[in-house]
């Protein structure tokens, strides 16, 4: 039994409502100490008749463990309706360590298309030994056929497809018939004998027109198409600026296979855009914020091993010119003003090209020696900017402090500014380009890689400026 009773006056006020927040918090917290107390009796029994949109609110709104939990209380009905109703983001995260079976009933139980989102929100390793459970799930076992991050696995097989003489009132009426997927219209396609895609029209354009109206005459001929193998990064980047809020997909002789939602091409974008940033930051790809402790230690420790490894490289380079430190200690004052720089500068190179690449925005026509041109002298500008703020820095604290030769002190240091800043701009600017080519994602030149190749170049080149200019 559980030590704590829920008060039987308590009740769960829906959001919006100017009461909800106090009255809520007061539910959660009740349920949350039922939960933890593993009274799923009690739990199943408060939760007896609230509404799916009640119970998704409150599952969001707990800890993340105890909606864990919550989750595996639930009768599987419930926790399916809930389940397929999340946000993508949430659904991805909660049931990341949901064993299969579990999944498989809970996927089950949902519609086709809901199922189908959800089965995409799995992790790879998850959906390979899902995947034969799910037989009877249409719309999953055509996206299996397909290789793995292309447009073929997640477009959607439902479409309205229609011949370029069929009248606008014809069209009107395959709409009307396909009233079961109706939310999901926004495009219609217009296909010829041998159902390849010619033209396209939003169904609003219908109503512009006399009923006999042939499509050839509404239909607009400037559109995206993609193949069914094509990127889906490729798909999301031919959609953009696109009319029309779907994606015509066609298999490798050119026929109309299905369509993607603008609505899919967003989600694809803002998780390639949510890879890359955890690359850039030193953290695999998969890692989140509900990540148990072994798995923070598996995610991010390697990345922090391989900058130290590039710190221990660093010191001893540091170690190196003790002599040099022992004469002129105010040398060591401005080791971190030139790793900071050097860092600073390779990362927002990398990070410029990364996008770049991720958005295809690279000028097509622009060779690789007038991108080389502009960022050497971008870069020597700014280095040049900044030693020269930091060498008049240098002199006026002379000012105030006894410092010993200023002159070359300023000169050491800011040639060493205008150095690590070229190199590191050039470095952070063609290591991605490099790693695209090899066909390796170029978000991994960036955060640890970058950063830590600056750090030991920026303390060698400043000691080697030392030595040229302050001795």
């Known amino acids: 039994m559980a030590e704590f009773e829920f008060p039987a006056d308590m009740k769960w006020v829906p959001e919006g409502k100017g009461t909800a927040h106090g009255a809520n918090n007061a539910v959660i917290e009740a349920l949350r100490q039922l939960i933890r107390a593993k ?32 989750l595996d209380i639930l009768p599987d009905q419930i926790s399916s309706r809930v389940l397929s109703e999340l946000r993508p983001q949430y659904r991805a995260a909660i049931t990341r360590d949901e064993t299969v079976e579990r999944l498989r009933d809970l996927i089950l139980r949902m519609p086709p298309e809901k199922a189908f989102e959800t089965f995409q929100d799995l992790p790879d390793d998850v959906q390979d030994r899902l995947g034969p459970d799910l037989k009877s799930i249409e719309p999953i076992q055509a996206s299996r056929k397909f290789s793995k991050e292309s447009a073929g696995e997640i477009m959607q097989r439902r479409h309205v497809a229609l011949a370029p003489e069929r009248t606008a009132a014809e069209a009107v009426a395959a709409l009307q018939g396909a009233s079961d997927m109706i939310g999901s219209v926004d495009t219609v396609f217009v296909i010829d004998a041998v159902n390849r895609p010619i033209g396209a029209f939003k169904p609003r354009a219908l109503l512009l027109v006399p009923p006999d109206t042939p499509l050839s005459k509404i239909m607009s001929r400037d559109f995206p198409v993609v193949s069914s193998s ?29 369509q ?44 922090l091993l391989a900058g130290l490894g590039g710190a221990t490289i660093a010191a001893l380079i540091i170690g190196s010119f003790e002599e040099e430190l022992e004469k002129a200690a105010i040398l060591a004052a401005f080791i971190p003003v030139v790793m900071s720089m050097a860092g600073n500068a390779g990362l927002q190179a990398s990070v410029v090209s990364v996008q770049a690449l991720a958005m295809g925005s690279n000028w097509p026509g622009d060779r690789l020696i007038y991108r ?72 991994a030149a960036t955060g640890v890689f970058i950063t830590t190749s600056n750090d030991v170049v920026g303390v060698l080149v400043y000691f080697l400026m030392a030595s040229a200019f302050y001795f």
Request: zero cysteines.
């Open 230 to 258: 094509t990127d889906q990064e490729e798909a999301a980047l031919a959609a953009s600026g696109a009319e029309f809020k779907s994606l015509p997909v066609v298999d490798n002789d050119g026929k109309l296979v299905g």
């Open 372 to 443: 080389f041109g502009r960022e050497l002298l971008g870069a020597i500008l700014n280095g040049a900017i900044a030693g020269a703020i930091l060498a008049s820095l240098i002199f006026a604290g002379s000012l105030i402090f006894e410092v010993e030769d200023p002159t070359s002190l300023a000169l050491a240091t800011s040639m060493s500014l205008l150095t690590v800043t070229t190199i590191a701009a050039i470095v952070g600017s063609f290591v991605p380009l490099a790693l695209d080519r090899l066909g390796i994602d170029p978000a």
């Open 39 to 70: 009274d799923k009796k009690a739990v199943r029994k408060i939760l007896q008749g609230w509404a799916p949109e009640d119970i998704m609110e409150l599952l969001v709104k707990l800890p993340f463990k105890a909606a864990r939990r919550l």
């Open 260 to 303: 993607i939602t603008t609505k899919m091409l967003q989600r694809v974008i803002a998780e390639e855009a949510a890879e890359d940033m955890l690359k850039l930051g030193g953290v695999n790809e998969d890692a989140r914020p509900t990540d148990s402790v072994p798995k923070i230690v598996r995610n991010r420790l390697p990345w």
